[in-house]
């Protein structure tokens, strides 16, 4: 269904490529109608326009605020152009049609990353657009709505190929992407009135995001996946992608699980391995190439085909060290020039620079069928100034940086966790499993298989209490000296009792970390 455009609407904040727009409604005679600084460009571009207060002959009030809130305009707009009622109505007050609707909003989500000022952020608060947008896009039937400068080529060529005319079909895809903005549009100011009013867990939730890139498949090959950004002012995701082949599903699941526990350790040089959602190997060392040594010395076999995530630059003799091992993305705060130069040998090892990421205070959410849970990010590891020692051999300050490092790595572990450490590297982790015994037993056998010397007075983490003795037996046997867990379990004198007995030392945090 073809419909002719005699009567355009353009008000727009992007003027950007707007000039080929006014050339093609030059071509077909299709009048223009603008106002405030759009219709100024126009004119000075030298093109015929009608000004919105000379149209409706009314003039704008309220510094602008009212202005194109008008019958006419949007009598226009909306009326049915099959029913006969509508057509009698706009004769009677001499209306005339409005069949191309060009708008884009004020710019708020840039005026909140110039200022905190509640004044001008509501001035920047756009009603006019939106209601055009809306009330176009209702009647796509008859009305074309472009609310994207990224579509005007996309009208340009559908005007050439119709003779300045629309295809239902564009209209009805172009209304589309216009309902999606002016929702995005109004989350937006929901998510900031929120944050003005500290309010975290609303009536009513909302998201939304812009589609970066749709991905060749998600988990498994049946399973189809895009990847959406929730941030409408950083599309890259703060990940430069410097090398290799497109970014998979996985590949951003392992990234996200790996950068979230990379950011925690912000002041000492760390490596991170991750494999499945799960770190394999964490090392912290002030030489940087030990880091990455002792990360994947952890579990060499797990490493394999993994993704490494370093919170400093990469230097070349990182990078002959990270050639050795296959992995499938490396992360880092940019890389020197040999190092690029070797690592790109590798055509399809994905190279990300996260100079510019910085994890976001988000909520955690996990949607299911038709619900979803949200609760606040959790940030905590602990309070040192809370922590018990409750055996009676005490750890020394050393080890109670020790086992914070262990009890940090453990929280990113996935449920039920244990975390072996020795010279703030992991040596044995135990993840995912029902039971807290066979992590223990898993974390204990890793670091027998890899590194037996260093287990000897080692330090064991646990993401929370243990219901049992049975699991520090485990970790005593294998040669642990010291275990950090949270405490509460009805139990744990028992757990203490045994500790004692086998003259290691115990903190209680007070803190549990599950991450299931």
């Not at 455009?5 to 080929?20: D, G, H, M, Q, R």
């Not at 704008?60 to 006969?84: A, C, W, Y």
Request: aromatic residues 10%; glycine residues 6%; contains cysteine.
């Amino acid at each position: 269904m073809l419909r002719k455009i005699k009567n355009a609407i353009i008000s727009v904040s992007e003027k950007e490529n707007l000039t080929p727009i006014l050339k093609i409604l030059k071509k077909y005679k299709i009048n223009i109608i603008s106002s405030g600084g759009t219709y100024r460009y126009i004119k000075k571009k030298g093109f015929k326009v009608r000004e919105v207060s000379e149209f409706t002959n009314f003039d704008e009030m309220l510094d602008g605020r009212v202005k194109t809130l008008h019958p006419k305009i949007h009598s226009g707009i909306l009326f049915n152009r099959q029913k006969n009622k509508h057509k009698r109505e706009m004769n009677k007050k001499n209306y005339e049609s409005i069949d191309l609707v060009i708008v884009n909003f004020y710019p708020f989500l840039e005026t909140l990353g110039k200022t905190n000022n509640p004044k001008k952020i509501i001035e920047n608060i756009d009603i006019g657009g939106p209601t055009l947008v809306r009330a176009a896009a209702k009647n796509f039937k008859d009305v074309a709505i472009i609310s994207d400068c990224r579509d005007y080529f996309n009208l340009i060529n559908e005007l050439k190929k119709n003779k300045g005319k629309t295809t239902l079909d564009f209209r009805e895809k172009m209304a589309n992407k216009a309902f999606g903005l002016t929702s995005s549009y109004d989350a937006t100011i929901v998510d900031w009135l929120n944050k003005k009013l500290n309010i975290q867990f609303p009536e009513k939730k909302i998201f939304f995001g812009n589609k970066i890139d749709e991905l060749r498949y998600g988990e498994n090959p049946h399973q189809k996946s895009s990847i959406y950004s929730m941030d409408q002012q950083n599309l890259s995701l703060g990940l430069n992608k410097i090398n290799g082949k497109e970014l998979s599903y996985n590949n951003y699941n392992d990234i996200y699980a790996g950068l979230e526990l990379l950011l925690s350790i912000r002041k000492i040089p760390t490596t991170v391995i991750i494999k499945h959602a799960n770190p394999c190997g964490v090392a912290s060392n002030r030489s940087p190439l030990q880091s990455f040594k002792d990360s994947k010395s952890s579990d060499p076999i797990s490493a394999f085909g993994g993704i490494v995530a370093c919170n400093f630059k990469i230097n070349i003799h990182l990078a002959t060290e990270i050639n050795k091992t296959f992995f499938e993305v490396i992360l880092a705060r940019g890389f020197d020039q040999k190092a690029l130069k070797l690592l790109k040998k590798k055509k399809n090892m994905r190279l990300i620079d996260i100079s510019n990421f910085d994890m976001r205070n988000s909520p955690g959410i996990k949607i299911f069928d038709n619900s979803f849970l949200i609760q606040e990010k959790d940030e905590l590891i602990f309070d040192k100034k809370k922590i018990k020692f409750v055996t009676k051999i005490k750890p020394t300050k050393f080890e109670i940086n020790e086992a914070e490092f262990a009890f940090r790595v453990c929280k990113f572990v996935k449920s039920n966790a244990i975390v072996i450490v020795k010279n703030k590297a992991t040596i044995g982790i135990g993840a995912g499993q029902q039971n807290r015994l066979d992590s223990c037993k898993i974390a204990s056998q890793k670091a027998r298989q890899f590194q037996p010397q260093k287990l000897l007075n080692s330090v064991a983490a646990s993401d929370a209490f243990f219901p049992f003795p049975d699991g520090i037996k485990t970790l005593i046997k294998s040669g642990v000296k010291i275990i950090v867990q949270p405490g509460g379990s009805i139990r744990d004198q028992e757990v203490i009792d045994a500790a004692n007995k086998a003259k290691i030392k115990m903190i209680f945090t007070g803190v549990r970390h599950f991450n299931h």
